[in-house]
């Protein structure tokens, strides 16, 4: 079974988290890493959520303010050897959850054309491809979504 955790970026199990993705990450995005690193800061995150499996931190993701009806979707990530198992849709679900608590009306997010499995679990979660936005905008190796909550 699947626990859900709310949290802070302060929390260690998601510190963790994100350093594995960022290795991910850097191996997938090559030269372009610097530039997507960038955005991806995870200081002052006021909205985490953290998957265990028997007690075991095994995925995570997001979100944070992009403006005053939407909030951007950041750091998903689960370790390969967890994949499959439905958690980045868990963890994806309860950010949603979250964001309609919150007042928010949709999500946004970035992801890379690199990262079929990440493009495939925001479309069976609803989410709709859009122009690129903000930074990634004429960016070729970005693929936006957005999901009306």
Not at 2 to 22: P, Y
Not at 62 to 67: H, L, M, N, S, T
Not at 92 to 103: Q, Y
């Amino acid at each position: 079974m699947i626990a859900l955790k709310r949290t802070t970026s302060e929390d260690t199990d998601f510190q963790n988290l994100v350093r594995e993705l960022d290795k991910d990450l850097a191996i997938r995005d090559g030269e372009e890493h610097d530039f997507f690193h960038q955005f991806n800061k995870i200081d002052m995150l006021k909205h985490v959520v953290v998957a265990y499996k028997d007690e075991v931190a095994v995925g995570c993701g997001a979100i944070k303010q992009y403006d005053d009806y939407t909030m951007e979707v950041k750091r998903m990530f689960v370790p390969l050897e967890y994949r499959g198992q439905g958690i980045a849709a868990l963890v994806l679900r309860d950010l949603e959850k979250w964001c309609v608590e919150l007042g928010y009306k949709k999500c946004i997010l970035e992801t890379g054309i690199k990262m079929p499995e990440a493009i495939r679990l925001y479309q069976k979660s609803n989410y709709r491809q859009i122009s690129n936005y903000g930074q990634y905008t004429g960016v070729e190796s970005s693929v936006c979504f957005e999901k009306v909550l």
